[in-house]
């Protein structure tokens, strides 16, 4: 994140979390950010729609009003119009990443991001949980999954800067390391 987009994106989203702390609303509006943040990363021209200074804000604010329409907190809504106002939609999902942030950390979650060859199961779930827990000792673990079939099998964890690679594909890299040295 830039400077500059830092300078914006953090004010914003700590504006968002003492909103949504007034009202009891912490976990409604992740969910309402979940949800936004889904919309715009499944549509490119959504992206550039919200984007686009030449498109008038009225035009926007209702665009965004018939998509979230009453799926998100009233809150939420103003708070939507309100970037809209002041030019800033075009942070929305960086705002919504950054508020994320704030609401794990309120509530002592790691995120923990998996990569492995297929979508896990409940029980694998719950096993990366219980080793993010052990790693981090946070009370609970956000679990954010990617699929990559080149790992050949296994997972790859990254919580923060810590990367546990448990992966084929790591495991055989390795191996080739230590023959390599020997």
Known sequence: MSIIAGEIVEPYAA????LAKSHDLTERFGDDVRTLLYLISESQELKEFLGNP????????????RMVGNDVDHYMQNFLMLLVD???????????????????????TVLAEVTSTV??????????CE?????TGAREVEIETKIDPSLLGGVII????E??????RGQLRRIGISLNAS
């Not at 080793?131 to 790693?135: A, E, I, L, N, T």
């Not at 990254?158 to 800067?161: F, K, L």
């Open 54 to 65: 030449i498109i008038k804000s009225e035009d926007k604010k209702g665009v965004l009003q």
């Open 15 to 18: 504006a968002l979390m003492s």
């Open 158 to 161: 990254q919580v923060g800067s």
């Open 163 to 168: 990367i546990v690679d448990s992966s084929l």
């Open 131 to 135: 080793r993010v827990k052990s790693m």
């Open 86 to 108: 002041r030019g800033r939609i075009i942070f929305l999902e960086q705002i919504g990443k950054q508020y994320l942030a704030l609401l794990r950390e309120l509530n002592q």
């Open 119 to 128: 979508e896990l199961n409940g029980d694998q779930k719950h096993t990366v």
